[in-house]
């Protein structure tokens, strides 16, 4: 048998060797910005869910294993592959661009092709499938196949593939990292992710142009027979699949433990991964030195076996010895800072550990060489160990976490490393290999019964944890203090509590008062579901919940059923484990009410549910008279985030207004009301809406005052209009808010909070006084000065609260503008849940 092409005996000149490094390395650059922003991509329009940024990562996956198989297949029939190499960065320029193209269509078709498959989950999977498939797999092919192509050239002797193949697999992935990096921290606020997308572009174009013109004076290959190549063992092909599943299942799991400690912005996961890609790429160079030794590779490779199994069963102790049993990272450190100590943590965890896995896969090519031409190996090498990674991200999300949870998880990878020493076995083996495997077969099992357990969850003092549970998704923890239950996930992020019932309420009591028959309501976001189970106080026909996270809907039905008003059992309420926009964008279905839960800006994904965009969506999904309520964390965001939000909002809403949650002396929430229709408040939708959720016998005239408190101004002022536009493309929410975050942790910046509040109240009233205020209206002169004493009461409370002076002289000032009837200011969820105890008094 012979190959239809050989290599030439002579390498490339020496001056095209650094370039055609730079080259690669750039490719690799292009390749994992693309990536980022893909997954960003379908992430919305499938939404941020676990299983869809999992059916992304496959499919493009897939793609690249499929490049690899077929471009290794042809590779050595070309006599010049470089020349084809540069050919195939072209087409994924050109396939790249095809994107635009084929996402705006498939995001304008998508509700249409989701209403045929009729909801199954199967349909609705496979139509995802087939959206991703259709924008990815052409890029994701052709990506496949530059490193069979640029093997083909560079690699011209039989002994070299080892040493060259691992060079070249180190460039390029040392060029991901520096994508990955950039596509986290700076291209999307520079370029927005449409000008970094097409810098990729450039980036492949410009690749493609120069691998084109070095090929025309490159040595082409000789076309020569030569004697039939021996065969690669399947062993290796075994350690290749087990080798991506592995590294990848434990990728998986360190971005799981790391988001138990970190901020979660794009700003952490770009570093994780970026710190997880160098890793790789020095695994690379450390397999290109190893072989320049002159031991046998059957031994090395059971070295980088056994070690990989030794640095993974290590990861769980020191991770939890690095942050000191799951502890928030950072202190009270500035951005640069925090990302400095993230960095130095990641470093420690994965920099060793991971560059042992990552010198597996390319020393393999070591024991491959005289296996058939160069790229024929890679290629078939690449197709291998990306399929088994499938298979490992898979399992590591919806089988390891789930299952056995991440320490255990990572143990049980380590046992697979030192169960692959048995497929090294052979008949002529020595006693001291046999002993070798031995010694793998015991530490197998060791890792897999003899470790004892570590703590996934952190609780602080006098908290009692009530269940627990590691998802595809988050860390999802019930937990009681005290009387007061609460959901957390994540370790840091809680979602609300039976603690917090009043404003808890108040989020969807508050916004209803103003609707004259809210039928139809929607809300997106549920956490305890204690909001939500506050919509069916105003009798409406339906309900409609979106919670992202599956564990959440789960712990809030088991642990918060006496708070939520019968929300899991009343058949007028239908909830939905997805993610909330995509729950709005995939169905043509209209409400009179769509509220928004309190959302963490800084943490990654949530600003999708900040942008202009999906403000646009959210209003052409409102019956006539609806309105969007967007709930704002003043505790949380700055007022930089503040304005750029509010303003964000006015472009999609021709009338925005702002209502308070509460009346606290610091950490308050406040709504942006946006409507299609503007039109001035009803007073007496006021009083009958409250009357008809609380049930309480009292005059209107008092229960329009007591409303009105809770009103806190018009962005017709235009107080926000100088702030930027938040968008998809430029989403200046996503990130900003992180490093407010930091600021505000080092004590550089302020939330708003406090005075910050006090003084954004007070502007409201100012731009457009309450007497000048369109929404106003129809209230009379005294009714227009209640929305002032509201202000004026939060302030009071907050300066009495700090012991301040200037308190005394606030209260004569509410006292003047309030008539005796309103001056406790209740709420209508405090009159629920109070049983007709002053809200204000309720919550001192």
Not at 5 to 32: C, D, V
Not at 350 to 377: D, K, N, Q
Not at 604 to 619: K, W
Not at 650 to 669: H, K, M, N
Request: with cysteine; aromatic share 10%; proline share 6%.
């Amino acid at each position: 048998m012979t190959d239809i092409a050989a290599p030439a005996t002579a390498m490339p000149r020496r001056f095209e060797m650094p370039a055609l490094g730079a080259l690669f390395a750039l490719s690799g650059a292009a390749a994992l910005i693309y990536q980022v922003l893909w997954v960003r991509e379908l992430g919305l329009l499938f939404g941020s869910t676990a299983q869809a940024a999992a059916l992304t990562i496959a499919i493009f996956f897939a793609g690249i294993a499929l490049g690899g198989w077929l471009f290794g297949r042809i590779s050595a029939r070309l006599a010049r592959p470089l020349r084809a190499f540069g050919l195939v960065e072209i087409g994924v320029a050109a396939t790249a661009l095809g994107h635009f193209l084929v996402a705006d269509a498939y995001f304008t078709l998508y509700p249409t092709l989701y209403a045929l498959v009729g909801g199954n989950p199967v349909l609705e999977t496979a139509l995802k499938a087939l959206v991703a498939a259709t924008i990815l797999l052409p890029s994701a092919i052709l990506m496949g196949g530059t490193l069979p192509l640029m093997g083909q050239h560079v690699i011209r002797a039989r002994d070299s593939l080892g040493r060259m193949g691992s060079a070249l697999y180190a460039l390029n992935t040392a060029g991901g990292a520096m994508g990955a990096l950039a596509a986290g921290f700076f291209l999307p606020m520079w370029l927005g992710f449409s000008g970094a997308y097409l810098l990729a572009v450039g980036f492949d174009l410009f690749v493609g142009l120069s691998a084109i013109i070095i090929a025309r004076r490159a040595l082409p290959m000789v076309t020569e027979p030569r004697p039939a190549r021996a065969a690669i063992p399947a062993r290796l092909w075994v350690i290749a699949f087990a080798s991506g599943f592995a590294t990848l299942a434990v990728e998986v799991i360190w971005t799981r433990a790391f988001a138990q400690v970190l901020q979660n912005s794009v700003y952490t996961y770009a570093l994780v991964l970026t710190v997880f890609l160098v890793a790789l790429s020095l695994g690379a160079a450390l397999a290109n030195a190893l072989n320049r030794l002159s031991l046998r590779p059957e031994t090395v490779l059971t070295g980088l076996l056994l070690a990989s199994c030794a640095v993974i069963a290590a990861t769980p102790h020191l991770f939890h010895h690095l942050t000191g049993g799951l502890g928030y990272l950072g202190g009270r450190a500035d951005f640069a800072g925090y990302v400095w100590e993230v960095g130095r943590v990641a470093l420690l965890t994965m920099l060793i550990p991971g560059t042992i896995l990552g010198a597996v896969l390319p020393y393999l090519l070591r024991l491959m060489e005289g296996g058939g031409a160069a790229g024929a190996v890679l290629g078939r090498l690449i197709a291998v160990n990306t399929t088994g990674a499938i298979f490992g991200a898979l399992a590591g999300g919806f089988v390891l976490l789930p299952l056995v949870g991440m320490w255990k998880g990572l143990w049980l990878m380590g046992a697979v490393y030192a169960g692959l020493v048995l497929a090294l076995w052979q008949p002529t083996d020595g006693w001291a290999a046999r002993i070798t495997r031995f010694a793998a077969l015991a530490g197998a099992v060791i890792l897999l019964v003899g470790q004892t357990g570590l703590d996934s969850t952190r609780l602080n003092r006098g908290e009692e944890l009530l269940a627990f549970r590691e998802g595809p998704s988050a860390h999802v923890a019930a937990v009681q203090r005290g009387d007061a239950k609460f959901i957390r996930v994540n370790n840091f992020y809680t979602l609300g509590g039976s603690g917090a019932l009043v404003p808890e309420r108040n989020q969807t009591m508050i916004p209803l008062l103003s609707h004259p028959a809210p039928r139809e309501i929607f809300f997106l976001g549920m956490g305890t579901g204690i909001s939500a189970g506050a919509g069916l106080f105003a009798n409406p026909d339906r309900v409609t919940v979106c919670e992202l996270l599956p564990d959440v809907v789960d712990f809030a039905e088991a642990w918060f059923q006496p708070y939520t008003n019968g929300l899991f059992t009343d058949p007028r309420v239908t909830i939905h484990r997805e993610d909330g926009r995509q729950c709005l964008a995939r169905s043509p279905a209209t409400y009179d009410m769509i509220i928004a839960d309190l959302f963490t800006p800084w943490r990654a994904g949530v600003g999708n549910v900040y942008t202009v965009e999906h403000y646009r969506l959210a209003a052409s999904r409102l019956n006539a008279g609806g309105a969007y309520v967007q709930w704002m964390p003043l505790y949380q965001v700055s007022r930089r985030e503040f304005e750029i939000i509010a303003n964000t909002m006015a472009q999609a809403f021709p009338e925005v207004t702002l209502w308070r949650g509460d009346l606290y002396p610091e950490r308050s929430i406040l709504a942006l009301v946006g409507r299609n229709d503007p039109a001035p408040l009803d007073p007496a939708t006021l009083a009958a809406q409250w009357r008809a959720m609380t049930g309480e016998d009292t005059p209107d005239e008092v229960l329009i005052d007591r409303a009105l408190k809770f009103y806190a101004g018009n962005a017709a002022s235009g107080l926000f209009a100088h702030a930027p536009v938040n968008t998809d493309d430029h989403p200046l929410i996503e990130y900003l808010a992180p490093r407010t975050h930091r600021a505000v942790i080092a004590g550089t910046a302020q939330w708003l909070t406090g005075f910050e509040r006090d003084r954004l109240y007070a502007g409201l009233l100012d731009a457009l006084p309450p007497e000048d205020d369109p929404h106003l209206a129809r209230l009379s002169p005294a009714q227009r000065a209640l929305p002032r004493a509201g202000a004026i009461y939060a302030e009071w409370r907050g300066l009495r609260s700090r012991n301040d002076l200037r308190a005394g002289a606030l209260w004569q000032d509410f006292i003047a503008l309030t008539p005796p009837h309103a001056r406790n200011p209740d709420s209508p969820a405090g009159q629920v849940a109070t049983g007709g105890m002053a809200f204000g008094d309720a919550m001192n």
